[in-house]
């Protein structure tokens, strides 16, 4: 059973395009993250939800909408998509802000803007 | 200044050789301390956690200076599966953000 699973696994769009990445946890954890990691590798943290709540919003363009419907899932919607968006794309899980417990992830979305 | 910084590497080792990663962080209240592992193409995995009196798993051992705002971590007699990319992830817990560092990459020759 997967802990974090996302989807789709890869994606690949045109500039201009609208396209969603959604995530799920079976951990019961109450906090989930969005990642992007670059091609220079960087894991930079884009925004943290807990328990429905967006606690973390680090600077990202108004383009990145995420949406945490439950505790268990939390999607990212990108409209109109630049070629800097390419990257992978990690969804994690923790168990909450009062834990500093570790980060679960997902195996990554790579997403290709042509 | 990066919350995290460490040394990106690569770091190209020997089989059977001692390595040792170090990473350095700003905020100086932070309070929880792990090394995770990247495989090529794969999601980041928690290697160990660090704790203030220092800590070993078999052949990796990590060390935190509270003091120096500096974490290690020693890899003993490496092994061809050690090769992977170690990040220094450091939580300041102000809202449970993970800060990483960018990552070194070790590659470890027959």
């Known amino acids: 059973d997967t802990a974090v699973s996302q989807t789709p696994k890869y994606l690949v769009t045109q500039m201009g395009n609208d396209k969603s990445i959604k995530c799920e946890q079976n951990?019961?954890?109450?906090?989930m993250y969005w990642y992007k990691q670059d091609s220079k590798k960087f894991l930079k943290i884009m925004f943290s939800y807990n328990n429905k709540e967006l606690i973390i919003n680090e600077t990202v363009p108004n383009r990145f909408s995420p949406k945490s419907p439950d505790k268990a899932h939390l999607n990212l919607h990108i409209n109109s998509l630049e070629l800097g968006d390419s990257a992978v794309y990690f969804c994690a899980s923790s168990p909450g802000t009062r834990d500093t417990g570790e980060l679960f992830f997902g195996e990554g979305s790579r997403l290709t803007v042509l | 200044r990066k919350e995290v910084e460490q040394d990106p590497g690569p770091f190209n080792v020997p089989e059977g050789a001692t390595v040792a990663f170090n990473c350095t962080y700003s905020?100086?209240?932070?309070?929880?301390f792990f090394w995770y592992r990247q495989d090529c193409r794969k999601e980041p995995k928690l290697l160990m956690s660090v704790y203030s009196s220092g800590n070993e798993d078999g052949r990796f051992t990590a060390q935190l200076n509270r003091a120096s705002q500096y974490i290690s971590l020693l890899i003993r007699d490496s092994k061809l599966s050690d090769s992977a990319t170690y990040l220094c992830v450091v939580n300041p817990f102000t809202g449970n953000q993970f800060y990483f560092g960018t990552g070194t990459s070790l590659t470890v020759i027959p």
């Open positions: 951990l019961g954890h109450d906090t």
């Open positions: 905020n100086s209240a932070s309070q929880s």
